[in-house]
């Protein structure tokens, strides 16, 4: 087969032809390991790796638009690909963001982006709404920052989304609401600012049927005051772990195991790290 002969740039070019051409290029079973996004400020880039090559696909970085453009997410018109370390350039004018995706995601025969990282500094988040719906099959989402007021129902979309691992790496201004919405696998949120009666309240939901599909979450949360367990755990059944059970995670004297039960018999560890105002709380659900 003459496609077998074509480099991977020439084989990208082929199979934006059209819908045949794609098809041709996946029977050719190319495989990358799985798919990473990262949304910036003013770029929205793609990495994909093989055995033996790598790119990266750059959307939005050499393009200029107004204010109502980018709340649209206008087609990127084309995009930049670096591949092993030489640049090229892709047009596919008709394409949006999530045809762009979906090519790629078949080309080389992937189900679902693995990591998805938001780093937003400067544009509002309702700026770059399209993207989420570029991105919906993804497995672990990353946010660095974005701007919550305002915005809470479009959180709330997110939030609801099946992720395996979702992660906030700034300081976040989420609800308990938004916390009892998570229907990822893990969560962490560090440098979070959750008070003890708010994640109180946490778990006494969790206890009653939360958030079923959680089976970790870490709170590194920097509070007002010093840390207070018993504010906490107040009005929570519990007893203490010791710290030589075989699924503690952290080795460190200092801590605090905690063991709660939840009303069907699921069991879950809480391992408390308190320094004055600075607490890690990391959670931990035992199915068997």
Not at 73 to 86: C, G, Q, T
Not at 127 to 152: H, M, P, Q, S
Not at 160 to 167: D, E, G, I, P, V
Request: net charge positive.
């Amino acid at each position: 087969m003459i496609l077998q002969r074509f480099s991977l740039l020439k084989l990208l070019e082929f199979s934006l032809i059209s819908s045949r051409a794609r098809q041709l290029v996946r029977s050719l079973n190319l495989t990358a390991e799985p798919i990473e996004v990262y949304i910036y400020d003013s770029e929205i880039s793609i990495s994909i790796h093989g055995n033996h090559w790598n790119m990266r696909f750059s959307f939005y970085g050499n393009q200029s638009f107004n204010e109502n453009q980018i709340r649209r997410l206008p087609p990127p018109r084309f995009a930049d690909v670096l591949i092993n370390n030489e640049m090229y350039k892709l047009y596919k004018k008709e394409f949006e963001m999530k045809d762009w995706v979906d090519h790629l995601l078949s080309v080389f025969n992937c189900s679902t982006t693995n990591q998805y990282t938001v780093v937003l500094n400067f544009l509002k988040f309702s700026d770059v709404e399209g993207i989420w719906n570029a991105f919906k099959t993804c497995n672990n989402l990353n946010i660095n920052r974005f701007v919550y007021k305002g915005n809470e129902e479009k959180i709330h979309k997110i939030l609801m989304r099946n992720y395996t691992s979702l992660k906030f790496f700034e300081k976040t201004t989420l609800s308990l609401d938004d916390l009892l919405t998570i229907n990822s696998s893990h969560a962490q949120f560090f440098y979070a600012s959750f008070t003890e009666k708010m994640l109180n309240r946490f778990l006494k939901h969790w206890i009653k049927g939360s958030n079923p599909r959680l089976e970790s979450a870490l709170f590194s949360c920097s509070l007002e005051q010093n840390f207070e367990l018993d504010l906490l755990l107040k009005g929570i059944d519990y007893k203490v772990v010791p710290s030589d059970r075989s699924y503690w995670i952290f080795d460190d004297d200092e801590g605090v195991g905690i063991e709660i039960k939840r009303r069907n018999g699921t069991f879950a560890t809480l391992e408390i790290f308190a320094n004055g105002k600075f607490v890690t709380i990391y959670m931990t659900v035992r199915y068997n």
